[in-house]
């Protein structure tokens, strides 16, 4: 089993959730508990740094998604920082391009929520 971590920083407003390694439906459960505990704590602006992210399975995005409604119903956002190429062209595929914010990476996120 591929190994995923998961650090949380802030800048400014924003909550910085960075992954790395391999998102499936092993560790998922860390990506959900990162936004989950952003919830709790009324941090609505979130940014996920995918720059170190090699792989995203469905239940990643899952956890994204189900998810992300929460964040806007409280005026804020889920914005996806330097996915790689296949992980756009998964979301692409999805439909789900138009739905997410995409950025090149965390300092463009993070400046496009001001």
């Given at each position: 089993?591929?190994?995923?971590?998961v650090a949380v920083r802030s800048a400014g407003s924003v909550r910085?959730?960075?992954l790395t390694g391999f998102l499936d439906?092993?560790?998922s459960a860390?990506?959900?508990g990162a936004l989950d505990d952003a919830l709790k704590a009324k941090q609505l602006r979130v940014v996920l740094d995918l720059s170190a992210l090699q792989y995203m399975g469905s239940a990643g995005i899952e956890a994204i998604i189900?998810?992300?409604?929460?964040?806007r119903e409280g005026q804020g956002d889920i914005r996806l920082a330097a996915p790689a190429d296949k992980v756009v062209k998964?979301?692409?595929?999805l439909g789900l391009t138009s739905i997410l914010s995409l950025h090149q990476d965390a300092a463009a996120a993070i400046a496009a929520y001001k």
């Open positions: 089993m591929k190994e995923l971590a910085v959730i960075t439906a092993h560790n860390e990506l959900a189900s998810r992300l409604g929460r964040f998964v979301f692409d595929l």
